[in-house]
């Protein structure tokens, strides 16, 4: 089973759409869990954090399911500018250092 | 937020040579860094991660003799590539963790590799 496991998509919706992605993990014992924004042919940047209680940022939001080792984002009155694609992240603790785990991503396009 | 740079950001070179790619924290200090790579299509994977004063740990399947990392200092990690060949053109991607910021990672703008 791979670490990190999203649809790969395309998502494509209309502008001001609300669409969800679904993300799995297979390390129980994973304490960190992100959503990256990757665009074509750039690096990925944080989007938001995930908690445990669920956090929103704007049109943003974020669930953890510990117990279903399942996290989603959902993304109302989608924008144009949405479209890139979406990485679930999560930290591999199996180090000190705890590098981030990726999954391979969900790409959204958002149409006019 | 945190600002990370690459160094350079395209190379093409021929099968046979070495590329050196620089990774550095402007802004802030960083013990330790990541390397990612990333073909097309695929997640990015971690090579290593790569300490400041010490020996990078690699990640399974990644030959530390063919991608040499050195940390020398807490704002820069380099990453050589080794006798490149066409199989290693990628995109190249290191990360720094700021001291004392938690598990918040800030990206580099990546390296796009070549090889012909």
């Known amino acids: 089973r791979k670490e990190v496991e999203q649809d790969p998509g395309p998502f494509n919706v209309p502008e001001g759409a609300t669409v969800a992605f679904n993300c799995t993990y297979s390390?129980?014992?994973?304490?960190?869990f992100f959503w990256y924004r990757q665009d074509c042919r750039k690096e990925p940047k944080l989007l938001m954090s995930?908690?445990?209680s669920g956090n929103e940022d704007g049109r943003f939001t974020a669930q953890l399911n510990r117990a279903s080792q399942y996290i989603s984002l959902l993304i109302r009155d989608s924008k144009l500018s949405d479209s890139a694609t979406y990485l679930c992240?999560?930290?591999?603790?199996?180090?000190?250092?705890?590098?981030?785990?990726f999954g391979k991503g969900t790409r959204l396009s958002v149409i006019a | 937020g945190a600002v990370v740079s690459q160094h350079p950001s395209r190379v093409i070179c021929k099968s046979g040579t070495s590329v050196k790619i620089e990774c550095r924290s402007l802004?802030?200090?960083?013990?330790?860094m990541f390397w990612y790579r990333q073909f097309p299509k695929q997640s990015l994977m971690l090579m290593a991660t790569?300490?400041?004063?010490?020996?990078?740990?690699?990640e399974q399947g990644v030959e530390k003799d063919k991608f040499l990392i050195n940390h020398a200092s807490l704002t820069l990690s380099t990453l050589t590539v080794t006798s490149a060949h066409p199989e290693d053109s990628s995109f190249y991607i290191c990360?720094?963790?700021?001291?004392?910021?938690?598990?918040?990672?800030?990206f580099g703008p990546g390296t796009r590799l070549l090889v012909l």
């Open positions: 802004d802030f200090q960083a013990t330790t």
């Open positions: 790569s300490n400041e004063g010490s020996k990078a740990t690699y």
């Open positions: 990360s720094a963790r700021e001291i004392g910021s938690g598990e918040t990672q800030y």
């Open positions: 390390n129980s014992a994973s304490q960190s």
């Open positions: 992240v999560v930290n591999k603790i199996n180090s000190g250092n705890t590098p981030l785990v």
């Open positions: 995930v908690y445990s």
